[in-house]
């Protein structure tokens, strides 16, 4: 059975940090392109950050600069670091493990920026 669990959510006020994790089990991790996306109320779901399993980084313009993405293979786990987080970045944090023809989601956590 494939999980995907993310952890790491809270509230934090503007400017702030915050890491995400996401830990995977039922999947050969390595073969597998991770990535991170949320999705805001009234809003589609949107790529975060993600990354191959060779290890080249895909990031969405919102995080460019911010956020950083990083694989473990050996706890099988991804983490997500947000910097210098707004309020627009509030949202629920879904984690995705994916390779051609798989595709598997986390149940999300939360993320709000506020002050």
């Known amino acids: 059975q494939v999980k995907l669990v993310e952890s790491g959510g809270d509230l934090v006020q503007p400017g702030g940090s915050l890491r995400l994790s996401c830990a995977a089990s039922?999947?050969?991790?390595?073969?597998?392109?991770m990535g991170w996306y949320r999705q805001a109320p009234g809003k589609q779901r949107e790529l975060v950050a993600s990354i191959s399993s060779s290890g080249t980084y895909n990031y969405g313009e919102s995080a460019k600069g911010r956020f950083t993405i990083s694989r473990d293979s050996a706890k099988n786990t991804v983490a997500l670091q947000m910097n210098s987080l707004k309020p627009e970045d509030s949202a629920v944090y879904y984690c995705?493990?994916?390779?051609?023809?798989?595709?598997?989601w986390g149940q999300g956590t939360q993320v709000t920026v506020s002050s």
């Open positions: 995705k493990a994916e390779r051609p023809g798989f595709e598997y």
């Open positions: 039922g999947i050969m991790f390595s073969r597998y392109a």
